[in-house]
């Protein structure tokens, strides 16, 4: 079972449709006026995550839009999905659609960062 909070409203979607994340490396090249190549390391950055979730309740997607308008740290967790567990913020854009073939289940895409509370 999927479940998200923010530490106020609790959400339990139907199903997590989508999972795509990204991340940047920290590793910079630096030239040398030798010519040779110099390296700095760091760990990568942060996931940045596309989250899509499916909801057969209207209200509940609309809530599920509303909390991650709010400004805060989001959690979402799943059995089975420990990689996938994180906290985060939303930083791109929240999209909720209701589904055109079916007409009565409702889609809601969020673009998050991993962060560590």
Known sequence: MTTITDGTTTLHPTLWMNYRSTRESNTQVHTLQSGKNALTLRPAGSRRVTVALLFEDENESKR??????????????????DTASMQYAVIGSIERALDPETASVWFVTVEVLEVTA
């Open 64 to 81: 599920c839009e509303d909390m991650h308008a709010r400004p805060g740290i989001i959690t979402i967790t799943e059995d089975g999905r």
